[in-house]
């Protein structure tokens, strides 16, 4: 009962990393190209465009990573994995996510350290505060731990359970 309802969360939250990480790209999309307008067709660039650029890619990756962590399409070298029984492909699964909580959990902490440290800055061109290039290091180290949390949850609910490793197509 308890796992579908940390599923369904996760779903929900899983949705709302993709729909995020969607919008951040046509925002770089949008801010990339205005740049490029300004500069070659106008002759008058912007100074905030590299900046905004710069944080849209830090939150897209970050928030996105932690989008594909959930779908199970984790940065891996998973042929000597494939090659195991299930009961060996479902110790070293659990002892990935057991290792990718740990150092998900020292980055995030490391992002809030950081955070802190530039908090009075500002950035240059835009004036907004420099801790928001390290705010995403910090959203998306904590959601890659939750997505990595229920997974380890879910192998232990059901130890019997075919462990896929491919990554699971769009929901």
């Known amino acids: 009962m308890a796992l579908r309802h940390l599923k369904t969360v996760q779903t929900a939250l899983g949705r709302a990393e993709e729909l995020v990480a969607m919008?951040?790209?046509?925002?770089?999309?949008?801010?990339?190209n205005l740049q490029i307008f300004a500069r070659y067709i106008f002759h008058h660039p912007f100074i905030w465009p590299e900046e905004v650029s710069r944080l849209l890619l830090v939150w897209m990756t970050f928030?996105?990573?932690?989008?594909?962590?959930?779908?199970?399409?984790?940065?891996?070298?998973?042929?000597?994995?494939?090659?195991?029984?299930?009961?060996g492909r479902r110790v070293l699964l659990i002892i990935r996510d057991?290792?990718?909580?740990?150092?998900?959990?020292?980055?995030?902490?490391?992002?809030?350290?950081l955070a802190k440290a530039v908090n009075g800055m500002p950035l240059v061109a835009t004036g907004w505060p420099t801790a928001m290039l390290a705010w995403p290091v910090i959203a998306g180290a904590a959601?890659?731990?939750?997505?990595c949390v229920v997974r380890l949850i879910e192998q232990f609910a059901n130890?019997?359970?075919?462990v896929p490793h491919t990554p699971k197509v769009l929901t």
């Open 63 to 87: 928030i996105g990573a932690a989008a594909l962590t959930r779908r199970g399409a984790d940065l891996a070298v998973d042929t000597f994995i494939e090659m195991l029984p299930h009961g």
């Open 159 to 162: 130890p019997s359970r075919e």
């Open 23 to 32: 919008a951040l790209v046509a925002a770089l999309l949008i801010v990339v």
């Open 98 to 113: 057991a290792l990718l909580i740990v150092v998900f959990t020292v980055i995030g902490l490391q992002g809030f350290e």
């Open 143 to 147: 959601l890659t731990v939750f997505h």
